[in-house]
């Protein structure tokens, strides 16, 4: 195989992403197999066809059930809002299909758990959208826990602060609507967190959470939109079914304790997410904001000289360096996504499941349901029972 | 009145700060009652005479009871291990002695109560050691959300985190074991964060907690020590008795939540004491390893340079900025000290009890006893349930 | 027009980062005149059909004056080493071609005027690859300036700090060669300091300056390199010709006083390009390691606030900001080259010459060649004899 | 001798400074030598005698001549304006007193090598008060340079930067009268960084500088004062006959070339005295504003965790660490003071100079002079030349 046909789903802020994704890999993984732009799918036909033409996709179309029928079409690219995740990756996956799903895999842990049943049972290929992972800085931490070089792990924390919504005249988009977006701040960031301690630290056994709501009323939108406040606003008001904010403290298989916290009122932060892991031999933090930084201490360096290094991930040393630039010339959250279709191009290269997979898209969405069971029954929570 | 006699106990970490505050206070706040250094006592007769020596106290005195009776002593300075702060506070109230206390105030909410009846029924005027309260930067963190510069406030997070015991075969301290030091990092660094979250944000209505101790067993020190592996250490290990980290979340009886984490194992953080704060309106993040900076941010900020300001509370506008150096010139952590002692001075002149005072030591205390019922109990406690 | 047709020399570290800037904008600025990709240019026939093909290039060659004889070439892009910039330049101007070509301009101020004489004459359009400019943090600078919200400038100072020839070892790449380079760390990092200081604070009147070559003798390339160390070096060694730290001071015609420095050999720095201005009303401060990031200081805050505030330009008031991500969401170093497409694409739709232009390439290298003499001639010079 | 006897000339900035590091020595380093506080010297007999009670000094005196005749003074401790310091230092050394003299030593390098001629053949003891040598993050950089840690040296880079006369408006104080106060910016600031030049890195051999006065004239004070605007300002303006900021390049006896810049214009910053040396193995940035810390970079870490460290030199195997508090517990400037009268002490009972002494002075003064002279003759200037 030397190309994958992609059909996508999506032209928004993730489908601009992704599609900007599979354009810049032949250019700098050129011994990779290539995406080929094939389809984008949207559902107004005047605004999918013009992405198909901006993003240089070969076609378009409006009906996503059509492509699954299409021989042409390897893998299907879900970008669509979060409560359409489900319908489509199962019937892609029963057509066939590889899949490769935006997070949150699903809005609830059994709609995840029925897709993962379905890829499996179809025998494709399955990635979830976990970009983050893909940060140099993010895999040179993994590198150093993998490598014992941090010691035994005490302490994971956490936390993704945004501030976009703290203006009360902000209106009621997708992503404030329970039905829609599953969930708020939760969903949305700290699955991110999640998913960042899974691959970090691994399997997190109990939780005990908090969410709350600032802004109980927003203006209804003038149109279905996601994250931004275009156009005028309605004057009638509607109420706000997500959480604003959700901390909750874990507990790790190997013995490690965390603290985790996803909000969208941290006034002055647009997009602050952060970790810090404390382990018997060192300890990392990374903030996304500088993402091409990892703070590295070592308690083995001589005592005169101890202090938290700040590690420009830019080097031969780091990930994917010999693609990019100079070291010390920076890349940007685009690249995480850059890396991720990396990834699944080396999986069909070495016929293997990419990672992460819909077991880890699984594995997220069963620890935020854990924490909203927790918030409901005030009570800490077996990750293992749901 | 122009002098306060003052007889303290304990000479080690904190009998230091607080001579060293008693001295410097004539020199830079000339026109404040000055306290004047009378007797000082220990439970060693060569240390405490050294110390006497050393710190410039007039007398020195193994039996602190002894102190009580006499008529030229004022005021009982109380920094002697935390297991006997409530038998001396209370024989102190009862012999008319006003009382400055070291925090935490007692090992149990019980004790601290007793204590405070014993002041408030002696009518003395009571003090308990919460000096970071005493900080420039974070005397201006008040002073903006007092003005409602921040807004409603959303959120607090706080943290102190040290690594002073991440070596195994550091000894079993006293700080170590619950008989004396009551808790591990909850009650010696938590105490402080609680202490910081009810001055600046107020009462905290309800928690859960989760606490761990990382290393169960440590080797038995030569000689009572505090802080410090001093000596060659026995063979022989005891059980380390109290937490090496507890964490916390938080309900405000003002609506904000928090996050509160107290830990020894925070490899790298030698003394990381910070906390951030969201409201409406702004924001502010304080490092008490930067002491004299508080990051600040407005919502109000022109657009295009909406931004942390880095204030360096050294300016005219800033606490005590009169007294100390020209602007960009920095404190110490001692200076936090001084200052408390200024505020017990200027409650004498104004004839008002000082602030944070026993009632605040109580309050702290009820908290530090929620989480550890949450902790034992596995649910959420309500605060004035205690 | 519709579109542009490019024809590139050059295949190393700046023929990707042009190439990549044609490839994106498309997509992120679909209403732009379209650079289309037309034939690329390089020595050796086998790389630079590999180049053509991983790049996205139609046509390749190994003859750049076969380039300049179709017509279905418009615009040449000289990404070739500094030694030929001037003979492409005339020549393509002479056959009616735009030209874009990276800095330095040329190996002399004569070389070039002359190149500026003969794109003027040629009535082509021409532009020089001063990237850092089009950083989103910089245009924010550089539009506090204008609008006058700094005040009256009182200081420029800069540094550009790398460390890759720290090594002796390290082989003598073109770079270290003065007849290929023109000059080292001069040329190369102070040339981009010195557009910087045009662009933002305006003339440069005189300058005093001092050089060193700390690293006299090394071992000789096996191939023609110019930034890294591939393959085993010879264990002749050959003289290094060009200077490994430049620092010069400078009257600019504001009144304002700078100071420059460039150097391989600030170890720890892997190129961090910086600068400060301070103004009678704010200052501003820049680290391109942190290049989403400027610092900011008002003078007009309020008295208990002030300070530096970091501010992150990716908000929408800030430049390209609705073509990006959402605010907090940061980009790389390859950026600045899509922006420097934008603005060459602009040009041709406004009918006006690019900026930065050759008259701004011919006035860095006019600074560049006042601080040679200068150095030579141990004094002061007026950059306006030259 | 236990107690060294000291009579002290100034109570202001300096006064209060110097006079609270005697209180202090005794009760940090008990063992030392303890300064005793004799007599203190001012012009205003009401003033000086505040200050006498304040500061706590035996006794007060206007009359500094008379206590150079007293046999109960042992050392002078100069902290006059600058324009007297010559005299009283040639008197007191004459009188056979011991001199500790505030920096600048004098207004010219040949009143200075007067001085040092007057304390050798007097036989006392002498230092000068480079304080900012005994910041512990300072020597934990002067240890790594004389262990070799940080190689040969290549690069110095160091600036003082205020703003406290940024206003226009504010007054013409004796500080910017060049008969008092000698030079402005270059004398008060500059002096500091070429001490700390000449500690870290060695002799300076050429200079070439700039200055510039960037206003030009201010109102009258109405009374004598250094620093502060206090009090209504006249109408009446005069000439500032000082330097606003001064810059100079500077070539190193070891190979090591050097940038410096002092300027009390750099808008935002109160003050930042800071330095950075980059060497062939490692590298150190240091910033007073953040005197506890201190940057560290290192070649020979392992590949991947490159990078400048953050070392808080609070820890055990940091300077006076024994003394102040437990790790991570900042010191303030007020420190700098106390360790240089420690060193005072030290001198006295080891039984040599102490360092920085009066040579030191002159080696400042003499570059000082040498940057002037350059100016004036706007070209390179040999230090040894003077």
């Given at each position: 195989?030397?190309k ?6 999506g032209?928004?802020f ?17 011994k990779h ?19 198909a ?12 059930r ?15 809002p ?29 709609d ?16 979830v959208g ?12 993994k ?53 960042m ?42 109420p ?10 874990a ?8 603290s ?11 997009s ?31 005592e005169d ?8 991930a830019?080097d ?53 349901e ?8 005030k009570k ?5 029972d749901?």
């Amino acid at each position: 195989m030397k190309k994958l046909n992609i059909g996508m789903i999506g032209y928004k802020f993730m489908g601009k992403a992704h599609s900007h994704a599979y354009r810049d890999l032949p250019l700098f993984f050129p011994k990779h197999i290539h995406p080929h732009m094939k389809v984008i799918c949207g559902r107004s036909l005047e605004s999918v066809a013009d992405a198909a033409s901006q993003f240089g996709w070969d076609e378009y179309t409006t009906d996503w059930r059509e492509m699954l029928t299409r021989d042409d079409i390897d893998l299907i690219d879900i970008n669509a809002p979060s409560d359409v995740h489900k319908e489509i990756a199962i019937e892609a996956a029963k057509a066939g299909k590889h899949v490769f799903c935006e997070k949150p895999l699903a809005l609830t842990l059994a709609d995840s758990r029925e897709m993962l049943e379905a890829v499996e049972a179809a025998g494709v290929k399955h990635m979830v959208g976990f970009n983050y992972r893909f940060t140099p800085a993010v895999m040179l931490a993994k590198k150093l826990i993998d490598e014992g070089r941090l010691g035994d792990i005490y302490h994971f924390r956490a936390w993704f602060l945004q501030d976009w919504i703290i203006d009360p005249d902000f209106p009621l988009v997708w992503r404030l609507q329970k039905e829609i977006a599953g969930s708020g701040s939760h969903g949305d960031l700290g699955a991110h967190l999640i998913d960042m301690a899974h691959y970090l630290i691994g399997d997190i056994t109990d939780v005990i959470g908090m969410s709350e709501t600032f802004i109980k009323e927003r203006p209804l939108p003038q149109e279905m939109t996601g994250l931004s406040a275009t156009g005028s606003q309605s004057k009638e008001k509607g109420p706000v079914t997500v959480d604003d904010a959700t901390l909750f403290l874990a507990k790790f298989a190997n013995g490690a304790i965390g603290s985790f916290e996803a909000t969208r009122f941290a006034t002055g932060h647009r997009s602050t997410n952060s970790f810090e892991i404390n382990g018997s031999k060192g300890s990392v933090i990374f903030d996304f904001e500088r993402m091409n930084e990892l703070q590295v201490y070592f308690v083995e360096d001589k005592e005169d000289v101890q202090g938290f290094r700040r590690v420009l991930a830019t080097d031969a040393a780091h990930a994917y360096s010999d693609v990019w630039w100079p070291a010390g010339h920076t890349i940007g959250y685009e690249h995480t996504f850059i890396h991720s279709v990396v990834e699944l191009m080396e999986a069909f290269q070495e016929e293997r499941q990419p990672v992460p997979n819909f077991k880890d898209g699984v594995k997220c969405q069963q620890v935020l349901e854990a924490v909203e069971h927790s918030i409901e029954q005030k009570k800490w929570i077996k990750v293992t029972d749901l």
